[in-house]
Structure formats: structure tokens, C-alpha cells
């Protein structure tokens, strides 16, 4: 023992102190995790046969402080040795019994009398090793020794204790690099995908500038010869107004000697009264299978009530309707059967009194299901393909018609109305054709 025990003048013996540390190391290996003493309990992890040996100095001193430890060890040896710890509880010795287990089982049970007990122990053990050795020198010796082997067993279980530390701070720190690691690889890796990120990003900026410009100047292009063929058109208009004052007759005669020849040559060649329109040879989606959806038009208003009847009195007028841009201006609550019927009702009368060529144009992409629609006679009535809008079948059936003929497109879509007229077609606003069908 470092420090002598409560009314103990010096140490424990070492043989004592041995044998008892052992015990308590036997104890300490039965006891639950929660009542083992807190300083104790890294070593109550230790092998059996290494824990008195590597705890030895922690172990006593715990024997020594701790009162309820030392009692529960020497419940241990009361239980293993009760005939011992009876006769020592009633203050005496029995003397068959070998002084280092008197002295322990006094120590740990702590009878009246114990340090006495434990004295008279040391005695017998010293007059043991004096017998032995035979002379005070020798007992000096032995005490020595004794001493240092003490010293030596608590330097090697210091020494045993740091070792174990040491070791598990080496497998702490070894695995510590190895996440060190690991982090670093993410680390490079993801910088590495950011980087061929930022060059990709770069690359599309580029090639997206590049793109915009091109198609800028290609833009500009387009507009530019679209401005000369429309300054072309205009003053080839302007040339030809001023010189029909001069040859409006010549032009009359010669009309009336065409429409008598025209008169004549089809009487005699028996045509058809009925000829095919160009129109006609527009593909289209037959309104009773659906088409796709598409994006609806934008009305726009026009406030020029002579507009249409104007146009309407042109000879051989083509009058291009687009359907739900007229419905959907005038009676858009109705539902899309009910604005298909109503628009037919009144185009119906509309040709009936001009005998003029109407086309209606529906978008197919609004058809979600078989359509039936009844076309009244001289009215034209198309869908727009699957993929293709209204619009531009509208375009399509302007683009089919000769040069010179006048077309008129109702709509109220101001890029159609844009395209139609840069095509040579008048663009008439829906508004205007509600009214003159109102009218009739």
C-alpha cells in the first residue's frame, strides 16, 4: 500500500497487499457495469488474468477510500472463508491460520482489533523471514527487495496502463487519417466536377451568344429584303395607278372581248359550269377526327365598318374565316359545337346573299374527340392538321390562291393579320364580320 490504512501505522504487508488486490480484481470481474467505482472501470475491461496485475495500484487505492468496495470484497471472502471472518468478528485469531490471510481477512471485514491483528501478522511474517534469512541483514534485504519489487510492479503496471493508452490512441489517430483521406478525395473529386461544370456553363454561354448573334443578323437580313420587296411592290402599285387613266379603255374592250371569247369557248368546248378552287388542293383534317391542342388566338378589336363590305364586292373575293378567332369574339361562352353551328347559320346567309367563295378554318388541336360538323353550301370548312395551328393553314390556303386575286382573311390575330397582308391578302378584323353577319 502507498499510505498506511485507517489505524495502521505503516503499510500493509506486500504479501498481504498482494493477496488482497487479487481478490478484489476477482470481485471486480463479477460486479454490474453501474456499481463498479468510476475509476475502476477501464480496468474492470482488462483480461482476468491481467487486471490485478496492470491495476494493481488503482485497485488498492480504491480499497482504501472506498468503503463500500471494500465491503463488497470482503462479503467475497466471508463467503469463501466464513470459520475466519467469524473468529476474527469475535476478536480472535485462530492459530492455524496463515498471518497473510488473517491480515487480509482483518483489512477488508475491519473487526475490533483488526489493526492489531493485522501488526500481529506483520510480526509473524517478519519473524518468517527473519527465521528465513537468519540474520537482521538479511531481513534488511528482504525489506529492500521487498520495497523495490513493490516499486517495480507499480512502474510495470504504469508503464503496462500507458501502454494500452498508447495503443488506442494510435488506433484513434490511424483511423482519424483515414477520414482525413477519404475527405480529401471527396474534396478533389468535387472539385473536379465543378470545375468541368464551370468550363460546360462556358462553352453554352459561348455557343448561346454565338447563336444569338447569327440569328440577330440573319434577322436583320430578312427585314431588310422584305423592306425592298415591299418598296418594289409599292412603287410598282404607284406605276400602275398612274398609268390605268390612260388605258382604262383599251383595258375595257379588251375585258369584254375576253369575257365574250371565255362565253363562247366554254359553250363550245361543253366545260363545267363548276371548276375546281385552289383551295381545294389545301390538305386539312376532316372534322370528324381530333386533332392536337394548340395555343389560342389573341382578339384584337377594328372599328371600320365599311371594310368588309367593300371587300365583299370585289369580283371572285376569297373570304378566309378563321373559325374560333370570330366565335370566341362574339359568343365565346358558348360551347365550341354551339359557336361551330351559329358561325355556319351565318355564313350560310352570307354567301347566299353574295354568292362569294368562303373557306372557315377551325384549329384542330381543339378537337377532342370526333366532330361532326354540317358545312352549308358554298362554305368551305377545314381543321388544321395534327402539329399545325390554324394559322398556318390560313397562310397555306393565301399562298395556294394566284397572284392578283383578292383574298380576304378575317382575324383578329395580329400576327396573322401581319403574314396575310405581306402575302397580298386584305386582313379584315373579326369584329367586322359579327356585324355584317348581325346584320343579316
Excluded at 480529401?184 to 470545375?195: C, I, L, M, P, W
Excluded at 434577322?219 to 409599292?234: F, P, Y
Excluded at 369584254?256 to 386539312?284: F, H, M, N, Y
Excluded at 370528324?288 to 371572285?316: F, T
Aim: hydrophobic share 45%; proline share 6%.
Amino acid at each position: 500500500m502507498s499510505s498506511a490504512g485507517e489505524g495502521l501505522s505503516r503499510p500493509l504487508p506486500e504479501q498481504v497487499r498482494l493477496h488482497v488486490v487479487d481478490l478484489a480484481a476477482q470481485v471486480l470481474g463479477s460486479m454490474p457495469q453501474s456499481a463498479i467505482p468510476a475509476p475502476l472501470r477501464g480496468i474492470a475491461k482488462f483480461d482476468p488474468r491481467k487486471r490485478a496485475k496492470l491495476g494493481g495500484t488503482p485497485i488498492a487505492a480504491q480499497l482504501e477510500n472506498d468503503k463500500k468496495f471494500r465491503e463488497m470484497v470482503a462479503e467475497t471472502l466471508a463467503a469463501g472463508w466464513p470459520e475466519l471472518v467469524e473468529s476474527l468478528a469475535e476478536g480472535n485469531v485462530p492459530p492455524a491460520a496463515e498471518p497473510v490471510m488473517v491480515a487480509a481477512a482483518a483489512y477488508l471485514t475491519r473487526p475490533p482489533g483488526w489493526p492489531e491483528m493485522v501488526e500481529a501478522a506483520r510480526a509473524d511474517l517478519e519473524r518468517s523471514a527473519a527465521a528465513a534469512q537468519g540474520s537482521a541483514h538479511e531481513q534488511a534485504v528482504v525489506r529492500l527487495r521487498e520495497q523495490l519489487a513493490a516499486q517495480k510492479t507499480a512502474a510495470k503496471e504504469e508503464a503496462d496502463r500507458l501502454r494500452e493508452q498508447l495503443k488506442a490512441a494510435r488506433a484513434e489517430n490511424a483511423d482519424l487519417r483515414r477520414k482525413l483521406h477519404d475527405a480529401r478525395e471527396r474534396v478533389k473529386t468535387a472539385e473536379a466536377a465543378a470545375a468541368a461544370m464551370t468550363v460546360a456553363a462556358e462553352e453554352a454561354r459561348a455557343a448561346l451568344a454565338s447563336a444569338g448573334s447569327a440569328a440577330e443578323t440573319e434577322l436583320r437580313r430578312t427585314k431588310e429584303r422584305l423592306a425592298d420587296v415591299e418598296r418594289q411592290l409599292e412603287a410598282a402599285r404607284r406605276a400602275a395607278r398612274e398609268g390605268r387613266s390612260v388605258e382604262d379603255a383599251r383595258v375595257r374592250v379588251l375585258l369584254d372581248a375576253l369575257q365574250d371569247a371565255a362565253a363562247g369557248l366554254r359553250r363550245e368546248l361543253a366545260l363545267p359550269s363548276t371548276i375546281s378552287r385552289p383551295a381545294d388542293s389545301v390538305t386539312a383534317v376532316s372534322p370528324d377526327r381530333p386533332g392536337v391542342r394548340a395555343v389560342p388566338a389573341r382578339a384584337l378589336a377594328d372599328d371600320d365598318p365599311a371594310l368588309l363590305d367593300q371587300l365583299i364586292a370585289l369580283p371572285q373575293v376569297h373570304l378566309i374565316v378563321d373559325g374560333y378567332n370570330v366565335t370566341k369574339t362574339g359568343y365565346g361562352t358558348l360551347t365550341l359545337a354551339d359557336q361551330r353551328n351559329r358561325l355556319m347559320t351565318g355564313l350560310a346567309g352570307l354567301v347566299a346573299q353574295t354568292r362569294i367563295e368562303v373557306t372557315c378554318v377551325f384549329d384542330g388541336a381543339e378537337l377532342n374527340g370526333p366532330v361532326q360538323v354540317a358545312a352549308p353550301r358554298g362554305v368551305r370548312v377545314m381543321f388544321s392538321a395534327p402539329g399545325q395551328i390554324a394559322d398556318d393553314l390560313i397562310r397555306q390556303l393565301v399562298r395556294a390562291e394566284p397572284a392578283g386575286r383578292a383574298i380576304a382573311v378575317v382575324s383578329s390575330d395580329r400576327e396573322v393579320a401581319e403574314s396575310v397582308r405581306r402575302m397580298g391578302a386584305r386582313p379584315v378584323p373579326s369584329a367586322l364580320l359579327l356585324r355584317r353577319l348581325g346584320r343579316a
